[in-house]
């Protein structure tokens, strides 16, 4: 850098140069050509096009093939309702169950020294790690007529494979970390000095956990909420295994999906595609909001 | 309400947080707890609020066991170095938080406990801030919200870590005269803990100065300045020369130079010598224990802060009075009006 100080040049001349230079140092700084830059974006928004938002137009456009009409009685076909209805049943047990166990492992992670506390939380990532299909099949082993316990099961006549409870077990195993992983982060942050000012101000600790802590990671839990529950709607493999596919009772929208596809029923198999399409496009939405109103809730503790 | 710690020790891993300390607190007392960080001042404070528990020790309050209570049957209001408001509350109803869990039996209708926080906003005058939350005040009124919150439940025991550690230095001397009036108001038994010297002499009625887990001395903010107890309580309070020194036989020698200073009652062995900056008077060459020359001078306030390079090898900083100008290469003799030594343990 130069500094031409004998030079005779008025004042507002030289401020007008000096914001010329503001302004080309700006443009310095991103330092690609305009060419590279222009090719790099395009290339980024054909690919989406191609890979995320073309199967999502077609999903849409194969289900109203055959108008509206035949997209309706496709969705009011007493197998797609029984298969809509199977899905609510299993998202909201797995739902709930893991709500209570990712709020219970965050808390006891986030807020507690003890040994083994990296093993926890490898293990409650175990179930992203692993194939759902191998998922399925731990349970088919556990459950299955020559399973571990298949015999008891068969003797006090108690139903878990190819029935609603190991669908919801696949699918509860299948989604089990998505609560604790949204709230292990949130909670680690917020430290556990509001809890320590409540229970040194008299509170309990149920008290203490549901004015101090749940207020606190509400969004979070929410957050975890949501996503744990479009994975345990949009399943497939883990329940796959476990369900045997019994048409009308153990199909769930996913599996349906498939079986209408392979019996060439297009629009039929669309139709019940394009629910759990809008249900990703809700979710989408959601967690959008979802994670501004996490954002607002970082900690004012600390400066 | 009096608070007796015998032989406290508390470790993490090999790390000894406290390693045997015994401390008696009076009644109506304002104490500081005063070290560097990692003395374990904390982790006293937090053991005596039962918010973490010795390995061995006892604690007891008013002569009642109380590790044998947890730190909601305690009765202590703690104030927190971050604050530790309820983020998602309103300033009134963290205030509010300590009475609105109470036990229903005991529990005050609301009435009350909405006069009782008015009274508490009152006092720590911030009735205005009522509606706010958290996040819209100053750290100055979080501080003082913390402390309405802690008192609301008439704590038996009042608990102070770092009180003004995160402020800026203006408002920490203005809460620091606002705690020490409060507190002559209120005349509960108080702990607060401070690496801030200057906090724990102004404010505290008794200064304890620990180090390492364990407690240099105790005594009042006088004492612990006047006749620091140990090396490493002269050095820490106050500014002072410190020189290593050799005693044999009544004789102090600084290197290969025998010191004219009186030796009585000294053991022999490598010792610590210690003057405060303003104890060593300024003379001509040859006129004090010590000679050096002036190497830098910075005017401050009302002393000159010298930079003197003794005979001997050491530079030290003396803060001398302005009435004679010192300049760079000056060489004068200096004698320590008042010094203290002490045996390297």
């Known amino acids: 850098m130069t500094m031409q100080i004998a030079e005779p040049v008025s004042l507002s001349q030289s401020a007008a140069k000096a914001r010329a230079h503001a302004a080309a140092a700006r443009n310095n700084l991103r330092t690609e050509p305009k060419a590279v830059r222009i090719a790099i974006i395009a290339l980024a928004i054909v690919f989406l096009s191609v890979f995320i938002v073309l199967p999502l137009v077609l999903v849409f456009a194969q289900a109203f093939s055959k108008g509206i009409l035949a997209y309706l009685a496709a969705l009011a076909e007493p197998e797609a309702l029984a298969a809509i209805k199977l899905t609510l049943v299993v998202a909201t047990i797995s739902v709930s169950l893991n ?57 006090h006549d108690i139903q878990i494979l190819f029935a609603v409870p190991g669908i919801a077990l696949a699918t ?62 949009g399943e497939f493999g883990a329940v796959s295994v476990v369900s045997g596919h019994i048409r009308g009772e153990t199909n769930t929208m996913p599996l349906l999906v498939e079986i209408l596809y392979n019996e060439y029923q297009f629009v039929a198999a669309f139709a019940i595609a394009s629910l759990l399409a809008m249900l990703a496009l809700i979710t989408l939405i959601a967690k959008t909001i979802l994670e501004r109103h996490l954002d607002e809730g970082h900690d004012i503790n600390d400066d | 309400m009096t608070i007796e710690v015998r032989n406290l020790v508390k470790k993490f891993g090999s790390f000894a947080a406290l390693d045997g300390v015994d401390l008696k607190v009076n009644d109506g007392e304002l104490l500081a707890l005063l070290g560097p960080s990692g003395s374990g001042k904390t982790t006293l404070l937090r053991i005596i609020a039962g918010l973490d528990w010795p390995d061995s020790g006892e604690v007891a309050f008013n002569g009642e066991d109380a590790l044998a209570q947890g730190a909601r049957e305690r009765h202590v209001g703690f104030v927190f170095q971050h604050y530790a408001l309820f983020r998602h509350m309103s300033v009134f109803e963290n205030v509010a938080f300590g009475l609105r869990v109470q036990p229903r039996a005991v529990r005050k209708d609301e009435a009350t406990i909405r006069r009782r926080v008015k009274e508490l906003l009152d006092l720590v005058q911030l009735d205005w801030l009522a509606d706010r939350y958290p996040s819209q005040l100053s750290g100055g009124q979080r501080q003082r919200i913390a402390l309405a919150r802690a008192l609301a439940i008439e704590p038996r025991i009042l608990l102070l870590d770092e009180p003004f550690g995160a402020l800026d230095a203006k408002v920490r001397k203005e809460l620091r005269k606002w705690l020490r009036s409060l507190h002559h108001e209120i005349h509960v038994t108080s702990i607060f803990v401070t690496h801030d010297q200057e906090e724990a002499l102004e404010v505290a009625n008794r200064v304890v100065v620990m180090d390492k887990g364990r407690i240099e001395q105790i005594g009042s903010p006088d004492e612990v300045y006047e006749t620091p107890a140990t090396a490493f309580v002269h050095g820490f309070i106050g500014e002072s020369v410190e020189l290593a020194v050799q005693v044999e036989g009544g004789v102090i020698r600084l290197g290969d130079r025998q010191l004219n200073l009186a030796a009585d009652g000294l053991a022999s062995g490598a010792s610590k010598l210690f003057v405060r900056r303003h104890d060593m008077l300024v003379g001509p060459p040859g006129s004090g224990a010590f000679e050096g020359a002036v190497q830098h001078v910075r005017n401050f306030g009302p002393v000159q802060r010298t930079e003197v390079a003794l005979s001997g090898g050491e530079t030290i900083e003396i803060d001398a009075p302005r009435d004679r100008e010192l300049r760079a290469g000056d060489t004068i003799g200096l004698e320590p009006r008042r010094y203290r030594i002490f045996a390297n343990a």
């Open chain 1, 99 to 155: 709500l209570i166990f990712g709020l219970v492992a965050a808390w006891a992670i986030a807020k507690f020294e003890f040994t083994g506390k990296t093993f926890l939380i490898t293990l409650i990532d175990l179930p992203f790690s692993v194939s759902p299909v191998i998922s399925g099949l731990v349970f088919v082993l556990l459950f299955g007529a020559q399973g571990y316990f298949g015999g008891w099961l068969r003797d």
């Open chain 1, 172 to 233: 509860t195993f299948v989604t089990f970390p998505f609560v604790a992983r949204a709230l292990i982060p949130l909670m680690q942050e917020q430290g556990t000095q509001e809890e320590e000012a409540a229970i040194s101000l008299g509170a309990s600790g149920l008290q203490t956990f549901f004015r101090v802590t749940l207020p606190n990671i509400k969004w979070g839990v929410l957050y975890g909420v949501l996503l744990c529950n479009a994975r345990a709607m």
